[in-house]
């Protein structure tokens, strides 16, 4: 176990395109919160507001190290839209002092869960929710800078909001296959995004594709906006082999030694 910045990660694996191989990474953020816009202030940002004030029940329970989806509920489709992945990274007086990433994401509750979503200003993710919604995977996929926070050195100059870029940033967009479907995911480092998947328990997956873009958030959208209506996950879709092929005609296709660890 190796400690880093209030994290711990262990892995072993070998990276090869297109073999299959067993991975295996645990990290430290075992806690999953949902928090609720309607929760806080109008007037709230998680991309300007360095600080999460509320809700009091929440700041309570929430530790350094836990991580939080803000996210609304749309009652017509069933779903809840996370629009930013924060980790708690300390607390104080002003509440839960938080690092936030921009995101868009779609997460589909079971019957028993909507009640959760429709009601609540705020709840903790169960284990096998966690599971289900690949909820570590998506938070390493978007912290892909974890091996490297200094928690007390990331605080933004005051009046600087912390809204990541707009502008177009090159990167892969990459296609996973597993037991549980077909994830479509982005880095902008192949060889640091095999380092920092994160699963609670070892599966069998294979790296199928990967490209590189010139905008590779755009990329990553388009693709997800193209597949919508075969979305399993958050990121996981259920794709057939014209789909794949589709999606190999996209991009720079990526070369081996991109990947290699």
Known sequence: MIPVSGYAARFALHITLGVTYEFHLMINIKNYWRVAPSALSAD?????????PAPIDLLRRIQPGEGVAFATWDEAELVGNVSALGVCLDKGDEGARMDWREVQIVLKPLPAG????????FFGFADTVIQRYGLADLFADRFVDLDQLTFSSRKPAAGVARRLPTIATPGFVYLLRSEYGFKIGKTVSMKS???????????????????????????????????????????????????????????RPGKPEEMRV
Do not use: C, M
């Open 114 to 121: 909507r009640t959760h979503w429709r009601s609540k200003p």
């Open 44 to 52: 709230f940002s998680p991309f300007s507001d360095e600080w999460l």
């Open 193 to 251: 995004r095999t380092r920092l998947f994160e699963v609670k328990l070892p599966f069998r997956f294979s790296v199928e594709h990967f490209a590189h873009f010139d905008n590779y958030t755009e990329a990553e959208r388009a693709l997800h906006d193209h597949f919508r209506s075969q979305r399993l996950e958050g990121e996981w879709f259920d794709l057939k082999q014209g789909d794949i092929e589709y999606i190999k005609t996209l991009g």
